[in-house]
């Protein structure tokens, strides 16, 4: 199983920008997808953006493209979210998850971080 810590979240304003961090470590975890998550109150989890292992392949939500990137960094095997033109909406609890092949769906992800909060004030 992949461990996966995550940090970065916090309290910021409206129109500011913020790096979340997620270190994936374990067997073979060099070899997981890596992805992006948030959930919040009173929602269920979405989907917001994942990797592929080598770094070559990402996909987005919809309703974060533009807003959003991931990238990675193997040495260590990091994965990074940055968020531009932050708004309240997206104040939720952000997860970091792997899965063994790209995926987008959560069903597809075994492993999970314990989340970050991110609140964004208007």
């Known amino acids: 199983q992949v461990q996966l810590v995550e940090s970065g979240g916090g309290l910021v304003q409206a129109g500011d920008s913020l790096r979340l961090s997620c270190t994936a470590s374990?067997?073979?975890?060099?070899?997981?997808?890596l992805g992006w998550f948030r959930q919040a109150p009173g929602k269920e989890r979405e989907f917001i953006a994942v990797?592929?292992?080598?770094?070559?392949?990402?996909r987005y939500s919809d309703s974060v493209k533009g807003r959003f990137t991931i990238a990675k960094d193997n040495a260590p095997n990091t994965i990074f979210l940055h968020i531009h033109m932050l708004k309240p909406e997206d104040t939720a609890i952000y997860y970091c998850a792997a899965a063994p092949v790209l995926a987008v769906d959560a069903s597809a992800f075994d492993s999970w971080g314990q989340g970050t909060q991110v609140t964004v004030s208007s």
């Open positions: 990797i592929n292992w080598t770094g070559s392949n990402t």
């Open positions: 374990g067997r073979n975890s060099n070899y997981y997808s």
